[in-house]
């Protein structure tokens, strides 16, 4: 089974790590959000790839769901102490070296993908792991910050804000000129299930079908595209999608989610399954927290075959089987 997956960050990577629990025949290719793409220190910092890396390849800490296992911090510390900043962004000893890679083999003329490629022959993370994009694109979010709109990064809202303020607007900069990297609608055109795994939605997900082409791949690849909530109960089973969720008006539930993505229109195909082409909704079938069935027929009403089933990652037994759930979705729509 070919199974393409488009990912974020902590979120995304723990569901892969079920997702070869459940399936470890498949063949499985991740399209990573470099939406979160920051520059520091003059390093080119990818956190959702490195996310997924780091967690399938055995060296994240797992405390965190970012960054690396047995971190030491003493470049941080030294930068600090020339008043080289940010200091809100918390890059380690051995996160440095990843970054370091990556940023000279950009400046000798290798394109993102081929970086992230040379990267993972170290982490081995039992994925093919590709960028959305080779081009440069950043989510910017728009505030209020002393009585004045300003833009500023994602990360800057995220990390160092902590979402604290509402963002009016989230914008992923440079997506509009953006290609998909080599190898990112040809995986989705060869897929026989897309999965959206628990990732943000807005800044993770949507940035990724921002780019130009992917959208419209996934409408037209034919396959079932199978998501599951980020949302348990109204709320954001981790960090802060609700807020910009609201950015984008969007309610912050499971239902809200699934119509946000948009319930893809079908037809009979002689494989089973069929999708009518230019639909614009994505999703085939979603699945919503057991806590949230009361939104399954909210869900179906909207086109969206729905089901509730247990969806917190608590351990790798628990996301395994939220796996087998969508898998198994997935195996519905297409009879």
């Known amino acids: 089974m070919r199974i393409v997956v488009l990912a974020g960050g902590i979120g995304g990577a723990r569901f892969l790590r079920g997702l070869k629990a459940a399936a470890p025949d498949a063949d499985i290719t991740v399209i990573g959000n470099t939406g979160d793409d920051i520059h520091l220190f003059g390093l080119k910092v990818c956190p959702d790839l490195d996310t997924v890396m780091y967690t399938l390849g055995g060296g994240i800490n797992e405390e965190q769901g970012w960054g690396r296992a047995d971190e030491t911090f003493r470049v941080k510390e030294e930068l600090a102490a020339y008043g080289v900043g940010p200091e809100w962004f918390g890059l380690g000893d051995r996160d440095f070296a990843t970054h370091i890679v990556r940023t000279q083999m950009l400046g000798a003329g290798y394109p993102l993908s081929a970086v992230t490629e040379a990267l993972c022959a170290r982490w081995k993370p039992g994925v093919r792991l590709l960028p959305m994009s080779d081009d440069r694109v950043e989510t910017h979010v728009a505030i209020d910050e002393d009585g004045e709109r300003k833009a500023i990064h994602f990360q800057e809202y995220w990390v160092r804000m902590r979402a604290s303020v509402p963002a009016h607007a989230v914008v992923p900069v440079g997506a509009e000129q953006a290609k998909p990297a080599p190898g990112v609608l040809e995986a989705i055109a060869g897929a026989d299930v897309v999965l959206f795994p628990p990732s943000n ?23 079932p595209v199978i998501g599951l909530s980020p949302i348990v109960g109204d709320a954001p089973v981790r960090g802060m999608a609700d807020k910009v969720l609201a950015a984008v ?63 917190m990652m608590t351990d790798l037994d628990a996301t395994a089987a939220m796996v087998r759930a969508a898998l198994a979705l997935a195996e519905e729509v297409r009879a």
């Open 201 to 223: 939605p807005v800044v993770s997900i949507g940035t990724i079908l921002a780019v130009p082409g992917i959208r419209a791949a996934i409408a037209d690849a034919g396959v």
């Open 249 to 311: 008006g969007v309610e912050s539930t499971a239902a809200a989610v699934a119509k946000y993505y948009g319930g893809a229109e079908r037809r009979p195909s002689k494989g089973g399954g069929g999708r009518r082409k230019g639909s614009p909704g994505l999703l085939d079938g979603w699945l919503v927290d057991s806590v949230d069935a009361d939104a399954v027929a909210e869900v179906e009403a909207a086109g969206i075959r729905c089901r509730a089933v247990p969806l």
